[in-house]
């Protein structure tokens, strides 16, 4: 997407070569072959094809690639990085992606990022998931008030066949957690 000037859009906080430079490094010897595409399960549900996203990410084009829902439904089966001529880290590329998504707090990557930083916090206190405490943190964060009645069936579906409890889990973690993600935390910052 073009600005009134004819440059790209960006962020107003970051240019296109600072948020994309490590990215594009990784992608500059693609050959738009097509390849990613055809090997892609999940390609027919993407609005820009993989192919179409790594040609917006060389072109510094993060406004299309950001509005985009292409880098959220990767699901990292690395089946493009292992069929790539030019043996490029696609799937790393993805990944990368999704965590500048999470980072800038992207619209479309939003719910996405709330799922899994739930998940994470859930785990991290409880040494396992707390299914319960995870959905209700999930929604909450999530603020909209039709999504827990959209998912109210399959809870109680659940519910019936003991496959999760109301109850809250008083054991605590015979191996706590949060050293582990200190460290991951700490391994995040340096990158």
């Not at 600072?18 to 010897?29: I, N």
């Not at 993805?94 to 965590?99: A, E, H, S």
């Not at 582990?180 to 910052?189: D, G, P, T």
């Amino acid at each position: 997407m073009l600005s009134a000037t004819g440059s790209p859009t960006v962020y107003p906080e970051e240019k296109a070569e600072d948020l994309l430079g490590p990215l594009q490094e990784k992608l500059c010897a693609c050959i738009q072959c097509g390849t990613c595409t055809a090997s892609c399960r999940n390609a027919h549900l993407m609005d820009f094809t993989p192919r179409r996203l790594w040609r917006l990410v060389l072109m510094g084009q993060t406004e299309e690639i950001f509005h985009s829902k292409t880098f959220a439904l990767c699901s990292a089966c690395y089946y493009c990085t292992l069929r790539c001529p030019r043996g490029l880290p696609l799937t790393d590329a993805m990944n990368l992606l999704k965590q500048l998504g999470a980072k800038k707090d992207v619209a479309g990557y939003r719910p996405n990022a709330r799922f899994y930083g739930s998940f994470l916090d859930s785990v991290r206190r409880h040494g396992r998931i707390n299914e319960v405490e995870f959905m209700r943190r999930y929604f909450i964060l999530m603020k909209n008030p039709a999504i827990p009645i959209k998912f109210t069936p399959l809870g109680i579906r659940l519910l019936r066949k003991k496959k999760i409890s109301m109850l809250p889990n008083k054991r605590k973690p015979e191996y706590p957690l949060d050293q582990f993600f200190q460290r991951v935390e700490k391994l995040e910052n340096q990158q």
